[in-house]
């Protein structure tokens, strides 16, 4: 009699044919590979009276006789329920054998109602499960296992589970959405989304608007059976619905060799298309400026052709409805800092070189303080500045510092009460830096003269501090040129009419090393002008174009302002957490591929994933 150890010592390389363990594992295991023996023992598979009985019986073709629709059916048997809270949802679709290798996570599926709507859901979730009720964790299905070459799928139900996102319906001809209300019916075909009027319907996706990329699941582009057969991505641009969102502020979030320098460039060319136009206040339409700073002198580069764009994506790009091409109107707007000298090599945009003037302290008393000023100082500095410039309108900062090396002016102030003379040295000490002097004065134009120039109607102008070795000095320009354009924004009674007039989209990259929370009176200072501009870009045709990879830096109350997300990846934990996208999102970002991108706009569409354009639609690279 056989025990226990039969098992246990079954040899799998062992191929002799006499083995009893085998025999009985066999039989015992499947009985499909068990010989068939009839009633009285001696009749096998190949006996005559059986071979006759066979003949008999006309053979049924079980073949269905129609294609099957679809991928799968809804299940009911684990329920099927639709709630207000997410968390009682119960959507299960049944995926057919032949359907199952095509199947992924965030897949887009139509599940029809008995009437003519449907609902429009997402793959969140995909599971095996037993058919029959058997215990797989044995040793000998274990073993059986590692010696197939084909799994047994209709051995297995495959489960797609779903989140209903819409319900789609016609109105007067024309397909709309609306939130879901009401259960499927068990059974019903499951069908994938291949429609890109469905697609964008469902997702809320503007049929009009700015480019941004091409939908996508998983990193593969959705494709359909039009012609082009991807589903564009657009940012709304017109009045139809509140106001574009460009001005509600963008922020492209991706870490270092993510594509965002790329990803940016095509998005604001798309701003500087010659069609772009937005309603000013007074009734007149306008063509937006890009003001672009750029750390690392590659904006400019938006002046050139990308010679290797050939003609085939030309006309794809054009049949999508894509600008793209160098833009002629691009100005390189050079600070002039010390010695530095701007190489420029990467492009052959026009050059103009500009200084800032110590007459802009007179606004921002800030932009001189060389380190962290307490309250206390820091009103010292004004008070300071508005005796100096009262007494030199036209002041330069060689000049405040001799103003302030003055004794007599010291002990004055000290004696009245004013300005405490350890608060008078502290002024002193740190506003005396060589950024300031570096910066302020210099033997270009001021840019406050430039300003038709600076800012243009269709027209990209790049401000680059790459050639800025001096951090302090290359934030004193951005804030500088930043602070001019969104105080003449805000302002009830603007000096210059022409960025009162112009709508201005403002970028900034690497904005973390200027927008970060900070305790020093200037930092508040600065954010809280831009978390000023944020609130009121609207109204005032105002709009930041914020670029980083640590979104996480960035002052909340700029960041709480942004409508508008493009997140690529970004593989800091922190990070991923502080651009606050859906956990669904959230999980794919540090396994994007370059160019890859999630975009969360709540004013758009929903939560969606993209592809980018594979080419920079300027010139991009050295």
Known sequence: MSNLGDFTDFDPDDDSGDSTTESRTDAGADVSDADTTGVDGTGGRGSPELDAAEQSFDRLDVEPTTADRGIGALSVSQGLCV??????TALRAFVTTGNRDSVRLGKYLLVPYPDAETLFCRITGLEYAQEFQADDATEIHARRAMRRTEFPERDYK????LDPVAVLYDDGGELKRRMTDRVPKPGATVTEATDADEIKTGLKIPGDGVFLGHLSVGGEKVRTAADPPTIDYRVKDDYSEG?????????????????????????LRQYLAEERTYEMGDGRTARPAVVQFDPQDEYAQMHDDNGELDSEFARRLEREGVAYGGHNDTLAFVPQVGDASYPGEGHRAERVRFTVPFSMVRRWPWLVAGAALNDNQYNALTLLLDRYFRQNPSGTYRGFQSFLDDPALREELNESGHVHEATFDAVKRKTRTKAANDVFDGDARPITELVHQLVRPGGLTVVPTYHVSNSRAAEMVVLAVSSLLIDEKLSNDPEYDRIDETPVILGMDEAHNFLADADSVQARNVIGKFTEAAKQGRKERL????????????????????NTKLVLNLGDEDAIKSVNIPPNLESKVPYMEKGQMVVYSPDNSEPVELIGLSNCLTRHGR
């Open 543 to 562: 709009g930041l174009f914020l670029i980083t990879q640590d979104p996480q830096d960035i002052a909340e109350s700029v960041f709480k302002q942004i």
């Open 83 to 88: 709630a207000e809270d997410e968390r009682d």
């Open 243 to 267: 106001d574009p969102l460009v001005f509600r502020h963008t922020l492209v979030a991706g870490g270092t060799g993510s594509g965002k320098t790329h990803a940016s460039k095509n998005v």
């Open 158 to 161: 495959f489960v797609a589970a």
